[in-house]
């Protein structure tokens, strides 16, 4: 498995914004021990082990902003966990390497790709913005539910770029 991103540290924060205007989600499962922010009603850290825990418990509605240095475990929880408890809700963000085995997954199992416009301006987990060095991003809408989360957040100017929708 390569790195995609790191920068010393994989703690970097999705914009409070598009949490909320993608919200309300009930897991966050890949949170760093400090946030200024909720992402979600059950927020997991390094220390819960996101991983293996059992994600129907929170009626499985999951954000999942992965560490960037290991996208591929994430990504197969997360088509796993769609799969099996056919929630509704879960996104994921990581690179716009759609060639990698994270990438043809998520585009395998998700409803749409949303390719970012421009690049999100991450944070610290002190709150402060960072300088804006990442890598250009594509949110995974994985669900019907999430592409309409995902256009009327587009509709209300908090996300721009381009969406696609899968058609089989």
């Not at 998700?110 to 610290?124: C, I, K, T």
Request: net charge positive.
């Amino acid at each position: 498995m390569g790195i995609i991103h790191s920068f010393g540290s994989d703690d970097y924060l999705t914009p409070p914004q598009i949490i909320k205007a993608l919200g309300p989600f009930d897991l966050d499962p890949a949170c760093p021990p400090n946030m200024p922010w909720k992402t979600a009603k059950k927020m997991l850290t390094k220390e819960d082990d996101g991983l293996l825990d059992k994600w129907w418990k929170y009626k499985a509605r999951v954000w999942n902003n992965p560490p960037y240095s290991r996208v591929w475990p994430w990504a197969q929880r997360l088509a796993w966990h769609v799969d099996v408890n056919g929630g509704s809700g879960h996104f994921l963000v990581t690179s716009k390497s759609t060639g990698t085995r994270s990438g043809q997954l998520m585009l395998r199992t998700a409803d749409s790709a949303f390719f970012v416009g421009g690049r999100w301006q991450f944070y610290l987990p002190s709150g402060e913005i960072t300088e804006g060095k990442w890598v250009d991003s594509v949110l995974y809408n994985l669900t019907p539910f999430d592409t309409v989360k995902c256009i009327k957040a587009i509709d209300s100017e908090v996300l721009s770029g381009v969406l696609m929708r899968r058609l089989l």
